[in-house]
Nanobody, 124 residues
Framework: QVQLVESGGGLVQAGGSLRLSCAAS????????MGWFRQAPGKEREIVAA????????YYADSVKGRFTISRDNAKNTVYLQMNSLKPEDTAVYYC?????????????????WGQGTQVTVSS
């Protein structure tokens, strides 16, 4: 079983920054993708960014390119999401997720393992 625990959310003003962390434990997958997703009230869950644990290859949604950076620390089994130039539309619950296959995908339905989520609120 895989356990994922997010932290680092909070309230920030527009233009500010936050760094989210996702600590993985249990049966982790060394060659697999870890994704950050978000879900705003009344909206579907959507991918924000993803990274492959071993290769470090990354994916970013168009809405966050140039503002967010995903990274990982393999020794700590932790993935980070550095969020800069935050906008009110970034307000959502942010989740990390992983999957057994090594193929990086973007649809949340393809990720079976999820953390509990952390709230990010950006005020205007």
């Amino acid at each position: 079983q895989v356990q994922l625990v997010e932290s680092g959310g909070g309230l920030v003003q527009a233009g500010g920054s936050l760094r989210l962390s996702c600590a993985a434990s249990g049966r982790t997958f060394s060659n697999n993708p870890m994704g950050w997703f978000r879900q705003a009230p009344g909206k579907e869950r959507e991918i924000v960014a993803a990274i492959n644990w071993s290769s470090g290859s990354t994916y970013y949604a168009d809405s966050v390119k140039g503002r967010f950076t995903i990274s990982r620390d393999n020794a700590k089994n932790t993935v980070y999401l550095q969020m800069n130039s935050l906008k009110p539309e970034d307000t959502a619950v942010y989740y990390c997720a992983t999957r057994q296959s090594s193929i990086m995908t973007t649809h949340p339905n393809t990720y079976p393992y999820w953390g509990q989520g952390t709230q990010v609120t950006v005020s205007s």
